[in-house]
């Protein structure tokens, strides 16, 4: 990928007096006129980038840069290091691997041991090729179909893939729905059928990834009573300042939820160590569902 060969580079010259194009191209893989074009992106990024034709010459930082060549610290590299690593969790390719072991030697040592960074999934297998699928979908601006199961149903996409996110330890592709006719999230466990079109969408400008309160904004206001047992998974969840003691040992939980249907999945995962006390109408609600549940067993 084109950033992490830019990162790559720019570790070289910042270890380095100076380096040919050539040897950066045998380095990287690539050709000489790609580095050409890495180091004039690098020189609009503001790195003074200085390049000296002839014998002798080749490509440096310049010498009274303000930062000494200490654009990257050994940490900041250490930590450059540990998010490749992490990469490799899910890529399935060892590609990042490879581009540590290009990239100058003794770099290793200052790689951050004491961070394990693992983004794996827990429908492993299936994530690494998909991962590849969207990425190289992304480049090439291919849209992708694929049936998606929400809680409201399952539904029939096209999309023109934008960006990969890794949020709230899930995956998601950051997208133009066809459908919808707006950017939407997409979560990649929730695809089902996922195929990549041969047309080629046109250039669409793609606006920020919304935080979690825009993406999913709270308009439920509840509050629950757990048992003390279910203190771990309170903690756990949402911090050891969520929730309140009571004089009789019970734990108060107070917090907005996007709708209903996420607080009763969400209790429910409780068993019967919660209580949703408000709103009321979802007291019954709660009611009704436990009802049928023991309807169902009760045969």
Not at 10 to 32: D, G, I, K, N, Y
Not at 186 to 191: A, D, I, T, Y
Not at 257 to 269: A, D, M, N, Q, Y
Request: aromatic share 10%; glycine share 8%; hydrophobic share 40%.
């Amino acid at each position: 990928m084109a950033i992490d060969r830019l990162i790559g580079i720019l570790t070289v010259l910042l270890r380095e007096e100076q380096v040919t194009a050539a040897s950066l191209a045998e380095r990287f893989e690539v050709s000489v006129r790609t580095i050409a074009r890495d180091v004039d992106r690098l020189a609009e990024a503001g790195i003074p980038v200085r390049t000296a034709r002839g014998a002798g010459g080749g490509i440096s930082i310049m010498e009274g840069y303000g930062l000494d060549r200490t654009l990257f610290t050994n940490a900041d590299r250490g930590a450059i290091l540990a998010g490749l690593r992490s990469l490799d969790s899910v890529s399935g390719t060892g590609y990042y691997r490879q581009l540590m072991e290009k990239l100058p030697s003794g770099l290793e040592d200052v790689g951050d041991d004491c961070v394990v960074i693992d983004l794996a999934s827990w429908y492993g297998p299936l994530l690494a090729p998909r991962l590849e699928l969207f990425k190289s979908a992304c480049a090439a601006r291919h849209p992708v179909s694929f049936t998606y199961c929400a809680p409201s149903g399952e539904t029939v996409r096209t999309v023109e893939p934008g960006r990969l996110l890794f949020r709230w330890s899930s995956w998601y592709l950051w997208a133009w729905c066809r459908v919808r006719r707006d950017w939407r999230l997409f979560k990649l466990g929730r695809m089902l059928d996922v195929s990549v079109l041969e047309e080629v969408f046109p250039p669409r400008p793609v606006p920020p990834v919304p935080s979690a309160h825009l993406a999913f904004p709270d308009e439920l206001e509840a509050a629950v009573r757990f048992d003390p047992a279910a203190k771990w998974k309170l903690v756990d969840e949402y911090g050891a300042e969520c929730f309140t003691r009571e004089p009789d040992g019970s734990l108060l939980f107070r917090r907005s939820f996007p709708g209903r249907g996420e607080l009763l999945r969400w209790v429910l995962s409780f068993g019967d160590q919660a209580e949703i006390l408000e709103p009321e109408d979802m007291r019954r609600e709660m009611a009704d569902f436990a009802k049928k549940i023991f309807e169902k067993y009760d045969s």
